[in-house]
């Protein structure tokens, strides 16, 4: 009961504050000004990331004020989590060069590492067992934080997309860290629902404001933190290939395509638009639509990963596999609307008029 009075706090926190941005004057707003790539057609604020990380701290404050938090914990999540904000605050504002961008991420990440002791020390694989990471432990946890980080800024490009997903995310973890035991995680995944809820308010289709980097890199370092300390055996020990499966529909979009425009030529890490969901937009989805259908497979890729939880080795390798052949009909579909209407992206670029 104490966990959802805070979890309804930092809620309204998280709306109230998002209220609070909106009526600031635009003179002193960060604004997404429109651009070939871009989904919307009028600057728009993307501020939204202060809000959802000031709801997420005072969440914090008062959960380790209750004693749903221990003190350690609360560091571990906050400190290199407000960076990983600030330094996407600042891309925001002075839109940093990739190279330098990514090096402060893997120093952010290698600090929660090596002074948080945030480490993957082993993962668990259906009909293979355990296998350590031994040496390899460092940089394998750096590259996932990094990855799930940047994974999470890719996917948001839509209205209500990211935060909507991060609601449905949080809440299957925080049901799973509950039931085995891991009140504290729990309470953390509640938190980073929490506040995502209450940015989406003013997010879903029509949205009046964005996350920004600063947001959507805050939410990708919670879930790729909460995935480490989730799967540890000091903690509630869950097998690791439960947290990529809830993240799935973002992880396939955000690997097809990279795929795809290295095999085209393309430079894969400059800003573009050509993931699937902006595809779908582009053969004239609705953004309500697309975000609509990445929330049914966030709830279903959950429901997936319970039955992964109770499953045996060959159940659960059936599991991924039937995923496997739903992403790759889905991506395929895509691809072939596509060659109806002529070629990636369809017919002209749509745009929802906001």
Same mark, same amino acid.
């Given at each position: 009961?104490?966990?959802?009075?805070?979890?309804?706090?930092?809620?309204?926190?998280?709306?109230?504050?998002?209220?609070?941005?909106?009526?600031?004057?635009?003179?002193?707003?960060?604004?997404?000004?429109?651009?070939?790539?871009?989904?919307?057609?009028?600057?728009?604020?993307?501020?939204?990331?202060?809000?959802?990380?000031?709801? &997420?701290?005072? !969440?914090?404050? =008062?959960?380790?004020?209750?004693? @749903? #938090?221990?003190?350690?914990? +609360?560091?571990?999540? *906050?400190?290199?989590?407000?960076?990983?904000?600030?330094?996407?605050?600042?891309?925001?504002?002075?839109?940093?060069?990739?190279?330098?961008?990514?090096?402060?991420?893997?120093?952010?990440?290698?600090?929660?590492?090596?002074?948080?002791?945030?480490?993957?020390?082993?993962?668990?694989?259906?009909?293979?067992?355990?296998?350590?990471?031994?040496?390899?432990?460092?940089?394998?946890?750096?590259?996932?934080?990094?990855?799930?980080?940047?994974?999470?800024?890719?996917?948001?490009?839509?209205?209500?997309?990211?935060?909507?997903?991060?609601?449905?995310?949080?809440?299957?973890?925080?049901?799973?860290? &509950?039931?085995? !035991?891991?009140? =504290?995680?729990?309470?953390?995944? @509640? #938190?980073?629902?929490?506040? +995502?809820?209450?940015? *989406?308010?003013?997010?879903?289709?029509?949205?009046?404001?964005?996350?920004?980097?600063?947001?959507?890199?805050?939410?990708?370092?919670?879930?790729?933190?909460?995935?480490?300390?989730?799967?540890?055996?000091?903690?509630?020990?869950?097998?690791?290939?439960?947290?990529?499966?809830?993240?799935?529909?973002?992880?396939?979009?955000?690997?097809?395509?990279?795929?795809?425009?290295?095999?085209?030529?393309?430079?894969?890490?400059?800003?573009?638009?050509?993931?699937?969901?902006?595809?779908?937009?582009?053969?004239?989805?609705?953004?309500?639509?697309?975000?609509?259908?990445?929330?049914?497979?966030?709830?279903?890729?959950?429901?997936?990963?319970?039955?992964?939880?109770?499953?045996?080795?060959?159940?659960?390798? +059936?599991?991924?596999? *039937?995923?496997?052949?739903?992403?790759?009909?889905?991506?395929?579909?895509?691809?072939?609307?596509?060659?109806?209407?002529?070629?990636?992206?369809?017919?002209?670029?749509?745009?929802?008029?906001?």
């Amino acid at each position: 009961m104490t966990e959802l009075m805070v979890g309804l706090g930092v809620l309204t926190a998280s709306a109230i504050s998002v209220n609070l941005l909106l009526r600031c004057d635009p003179r002193y707003q960060i604004l997404d000004v429109p651009n070939e790539r871009s989904s919307h057609v009028r600057p728009m604020p993307r501020t939204g990331g202060v809000a959802i990380v000031l709801a &997420f701290s005072l !969440g914090v404050g =008062a959960a380790w004020w209750a004693g @749903l #938090l221990g003190a350690d914990l +609360a560091w571990l999540i *906050l400190v290199p989590g407000v960076l990983i904000f600030f330094l996407g605050l600042a891309d925001d504002v002075f839109d940093l060069h990739e190279g330098a961008k990514l090096l402060l991420q893997v120093l952010i990440a290698g600090g929660t590492v090596l002074i948080g002791g945030v480490l993957f020390r082993d993962v668990d694989l259906p009909g293979i067992g355990s296998v350590p990471f031994g040496w390899s432990a460092v940089p394998v946890t750096i590259v996932w934080i990094v990855g799930i980080v940047n994974v999470y800024n890719f996917m948001d490009g839509l209205d209500g997309l990211a935060a909507g997903v991060a609601v449905i995310i949080a809440g299957w973890l925080a049901t799973a860290f &509950f039931l085995n !035991g891991a009140q =504290a995680l729990g309470t953390v995944a @509640l #938190l980073v629902g929490a506040s +995502a809820a209450g940015f *989406l308010f003013f997010n879903f289709p029509p949205a009046r404001i964005f996350m920004g980097d600063s947001g959507s890199a805050f939410l990708g370092f919670q879930f790729a933190v909460l995935a480490v300390l989730g799967s540890d055996e000091s903690g509630p020990g869950l097998p690791f290939l439960f947290f990529p499966l809830l993240l799935g529909a973002f992880l396939a979009d955000t690997a097809a395509t990279l795929v795809w425009r290295m095999t085209h030529g393309e430079i894969w890490y400059k800003a573009h638009r050509v993931h699937y969901y902006q595809r779908l937009t582009n053969l004239g989805f609705s953004h309500r639509g697309v975000s609509v259908i990445e929330y049914g497979l966030a709830f279903s890729l959950g429901v997936s990963g319970f039955l992964y939880l109770s499953a045996n080795d060959a159940e659960r390798i +059936a599991l991924l596999m *039937l995923w496997v052949v739903v992403f790759g009909g889905l991506l395929l579909t895509i691809q072939r609307l596509e060659g109806h209407e002529g070629g990636v992206g369809g017919r002209e670029k749509q745009r929802v008029k906001r």
